[in-house]
């Protein structure tokens, strides 16, 4: 399996026949850097793709699932617009789950409670969801996500089970933080970029283009075009039989727990 273990092994591995080479025959420097940038590209790519299990597993989409069944979450609220997206999630009869930021539950602790009130799930998505948290160390990470809990715990009926990384990029501090955590990181496998675009069109064309039975879809309740075009999303799938069932039911596994 190609996870950032075996990679490092398999590079620490090249580099010391390398060395032994050298003895026999020079060896140009070169291929030393060149074995070194290869190794620096892979985790870059291993890191920020959530799907790629490559520092830790991440539930993206159960693929047995023939049915058309899918499952909606929604990234970095509460905020303003989170009522907005309650409230058309009511009207289509649809449940989700909302991957939080602590700070943002500090700053509207009415809509968290309102999220669980509607019957939907929370989870944990970081304390500060800080452009620097890929460079955060493993103790700074499990007391972002500690943090985040105790504000989410108030509110739910058990322990939170799930966390989401901010941009979907693990590292090796993640997962160091998350063994002891015990949290399971749920990730996705259609996205719609709303955060990165305003164009209705474009978001809508995308996921729908995606959508699969057992596919996750990645949403955000921050802006209000994102409401739009859930609106739309959400007409497309009653047109086209899909059926929104909650993450668990999806992957099997439990938002909450009581003890860990
Ligand atoms: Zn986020």
């Given amino acids: 399996m190609i996870t950032h273990k075996n990679i490092s092994l398999f590079f620490l591995f090249l580099l010391l026949l390398l060395v032994l080479l050298n003895f026999y025959t020079a060896i140009s420097w070169l291929w030393f850097i060149a074995i ?9 790519i291993g890191s920020s793709r959530i799907s790629s299990d490559y520092h830790v597993k991440a539930y993206c989409n159960n693929s047995s699932e023939t049915e058309k069944k899918i499952a909606i979450t929604f990234d970095d609220g509460p905020s303003i617009f989170t009522l907005e997206v309650l409230d058309l999630l009511k009207k289509y009869d ?9 700070k943002n539950i500090e700053a509207h602790p009415e809509i968290l409670k309102q999220i669980i009130a509607d019957g939907h799930l929370v989870g944990n998505h970081s304390y500060s969801h800080s452009k620097f948290f890929d460079f955060y160390n493993a103790e ?12 989410l715990e108030r509110f739910t009926s058990g322990k939170i089970n799930f966390f989401r990384p901010p941009y979907g990029v693990t590292t090796p501090s993640i997962r160091r933080a998350l063994k002891i955590t015990g949290h399971k ?3 996705w496998n259609i996205r719609s970029l709303d955060g990165g675009t305003k164009n209705k069109e474009l978001i809508f064309n995308r996921i ?6 057992g596919g996750i879809v990645l949403l955000h309740d921050t802006a209000s075009h994102s409401v739009l075009v859930l609106e739309q ?9 899909y059926k929104v069932i909650s993450i668990e039911e999806l992957l099997n596994l439990n938002a909450y727990g009581i003890e860990r």
């Fill in 185 to 187: 990181v749920i990730g």
């Fill in 94 to 102: 649809v449940k989700a789950i909302f991957f939080c930021i602590g």
């Fill in 140 to 151: 700074t990470i499990k007391e972002e996500i500690e943090k985040t809990d105790q504000l």
């Fill in 208 to 213: 729908i283009k995606r959508v699969s039975p």
């Fill in 233 to 241: 999303f959400l007409q497309f799938l009653q047109q086209n039989n």
């Fill in 36 to 44: 070194v940038l290869i190794w620096l590209g892979i985790n870059a």
